[in-house]
C-alpha cells in the first residue's frame, strides 16, 4: 500500500517551480506531506482530505485527484530553505495508519 | 509548547539483545505511533496506540511490540535485535480529531546494531 512519487530526485535553480507526484493504488481519505531535512524529524508541510478541503503551508499548494488516488505537491518560486526530501503520506481509512511513500529529494541551488 | 520528545536519541546494541525506546506526545496528543525509517524502505509504519489501546499494526514481526501508558507516553521495544533493525524509530503524536488528523514527528532514535 505504499505510494509511489515521483521524481525520485530533482534540483532546482533558487526561484525555479517543482511538482512532486504522488500516486496509491488504494481509496485514500486524506494525504499529508512532510518535509524532512537530513538528520531531523519530517515537518509537516499540508494535508489534503476527500472533498477538497486543505489544510498547511501558505507557500506550498497542492493537489488531490480522488478518482485517480493521485495527489501533486507543487513548489513556487524555490528557496534554498525548500532542500530536503519530500514525503507523501496516504491514509486509506481515516485513521492514524500512514503509509509513506520513498520520497522525493529536493536540492536548490544558488 | 513542547513537540514529540524521544529518548534515546542515540543507540548502540549487538545482536540478540533487546531495546526499549520511549516517547512523550505533545500535551493533549492522545494518539501515538512509531514508526521505522531506513534509507531503503523509507517510512514503515509499526504500530498506533490510542488511550492504551493498540489501534493499527504494520506488517512487522512480533519482535517489535508497544505499549501506551495512562499518560499517553509510548514506549516501544525490539527483542532479539538483528542487524537489519538499525534505522531510525520516529514516534507522531497526534490529537486525532477524526478529521484529517495530522501527525507530528519526533526528532527520533538512532538504532545501530553491531
Known amino acids: 500500500q505504499q505510494p509511489v512519487q515521483s521524481p525520485q530526485a530533482v534540483i532546482l535553480r533558487e526561484g525555479e517551480d517543482a511538482v512532486i507526484n504522488c500516486s496509491s493504488s488504494k481509496a485514500l481519505y486524506s494525504v499529508h506531506w512532510y518535509r524532512q531535512k537530513h538528520g531531523e524529524a519530517p515537518v509537516f508541510l499540508m494535508i489534503?482530505?476527500?472533498?477538497?478541503e486543505q489544510k498547511g503551508h501558505d507557500k506550498i499548494s497542492a493537489s488531490f485527484n480522488e478518482k485517480k488516488q493521485q495527489s501533486s505537491l507543487y513548489l513556487t518560486a524555490s528557496q534554498l530553505s525548500y532542500s530536503g526530501t519530500y514525503f507523501c503520506?496516504?491514509?486509506?481509512?481515516?485513521?492514524?495508519?500512514?503509509?509513506f511513500g520513498t520520497g522525493t529529494s529536493l536540492t536548490v541551488i544558488p | 509548547k513542547a513537540g514529540v520528545t524521544q529518548t534515546p536519541r542515540y543507540l548502540i546494541k549487538t545482536r540478540g539483545q533487546q531495546v526499549t525506546l520511549s516517547c512523550s506526545p505533545i500535551s493533549g496528543h492522545r494518539s501515538v505511533s512509531w514508526y521505522q525509517q531506513t534509507p531503503g524502505q523509507g517510512l514503515q509504519f509499526l504500530f498506533e496506540?490510542?488511550?492504551?489501546?493498540?489501534?493499527n499494526k504494520g506488517n512487522f514481526p512480533g519482535r517489535f511490540s508497544g505499549r501506551q501508558f495512562s499518560n499517553s507516553r509510548s514506549e516501544m521495544n525490539v527483542s532479539t535485535l538483528e542487524l537489519g533493525d538499525s534505522a531510525l524509530y520516529l514516534c507522531?503524536?497526534?490529537?486525532?480529531?477524526?478529521?484529517?488528523?495530522?501527525?507530528?514527528f519526533g526528532e527520533g532514535s538512532w538504532l545501530t546494531v553491531v
Open positions: 507522531a503524536s497526534s490529537l486525532d480529531t477524526g478529521n484529517g488528523n495530522t501527525i507530528y
Open positions: 489534503l482530505l476527500k472533498g477538497g
Open positions: 496506540y490510542f488511550s492504551e489501546t493498540q489501534r
Open positions: 503520506g496516504t491514509d486509506p481509512n481515516t485513521g492514524n495508519q500512514f503509509y
